[in-house]
């Protein structure tokens, strides 16, 4: 099946900014608010980080839809806390580490691959694994809409990834450029921002703008794994728009802007524009 995910940020009443993935052809559209989208971007990231391959991102994906409904909640059964309801008591981590969502996903990863063959056993019989649930079967309902996420997430399926926003973008100051590179960094690793010229540190970000390669050094890749890679860094900072001010985003030839973000990703499918980079701009 052909899918077409489309995110809107909505909050509530009509016009609002609102998140949904749809499909082409019959079927109830799925909806995600900002939050949700964001978090399932960075769990998304953390996977890539840990060169962990797609199946493992619908996993983690059905899992925190199942256990918090891709929010990061401070509260759950006993002492469950987080997208993942993890719980301190049972070693997850302390209540401030298991509420950061990096760190929450990395946990959740580094259990699934523990379990042997985890890429290959029913998504259900996968994520019951890790968290010993009290109704295992209830995962098994959210593969579907956690297989969409995954495909725009991981920018397999391209430029599918289309936002709202409320405008004008609130703005975060003259280093707004500077958050977007240390939420990239926390989310994706320190290899996918180049070393800074003539000295063993990162390349700061400055100012507003901010551009990602699609292939530095750290990422030998052919042409269409790079393709797949700069989509994936567009779509994540079309996730992260409303929560890292974002205002611009430039990928092969296509734009997303937060003046026109109801038009979606604008420019011609296929465009021949830069493919080496993701250019990132916030707000003022």
Not at 15 to 38: F, I
Not at 74 to 87: A, E, M
Not at 210 to 230: I, M, W
Request: with cysteine; net charge neutral; hydrophobic share 40%.
């Amino acid at each position: 099946m052909i899918a077409y995910l489309v995110v809107q940020y909505v909050t509530s009443g009509p016009g609002a900014p609102r998140c949904t993935v749809r499909l082409q052809g019959d079927g109830d559209p799925y909806e995600l608010s900002p939050e949700q989208a964001a978090n399932a971007a960075t769990i998304s990231a953390v996977a890539t980080s840990r060169g962990l391959p797609e199946r493992a991102v619908t996993i983690a994906l059905a899992t925190a839809m199942q256990e918090s409904g891709l929010r990061n909640i401070n509260f759950g059964d006993r002492d469950s806390v987080g997208l993942f309801q993890q719980r301190p008591s049972q070693d997850w981590g302390t209540v401030k580490q298991i509420m950061d969502p990096v760190y929450s996903s990395g946990e959740f990863y580094r259990h699934l691959v523990k379990v042997p063959g985890y890429s290959r056993l029913p998504l259900t019989v996968a994520a019951q694994k890790v968290q010993r649930s009290g109704y295992p079967q209830a995962y098994a309902k959210h593969e579907a809409n956690a297989a969409l996420l995954t495909g725009a997430l991981t920018g397999r399926s391209g430029d599918v990834l289309s936002c709202t926003v409320s405008h004008p973008v609130d703005g975060v100051g003259p280093d707004g450029a500077a958050k977007v590179r240390e939420q990239l960094v926390r989310e994706f690793g320190s290899g996918v921002l180049p070393r800074a010229e003539g000295g063993s540190g990162r390349a700061p970000a400055a100012g507003r703008s901010l551009t990602v390669p699609v292939r530095p050094a750290e990422y030998a890749t052919a042409a269409d794994e790079a393709a797949q890679r700069g989509w994936q860094l567009a779509n994540w900072a079309l996730a992260h728009a409303a929560d890292l001010h974002i205002d611009r985003i430039s990928y092969a030839g296509r734009t997303w802007t937060a003046a026109d973000s109801d038009k979606g990703w604008q420019g011609p499918a296929g465009a021949k524009g830069a493919a080496d980079a993701v250019r990132i701009v916030t707000a003022q």
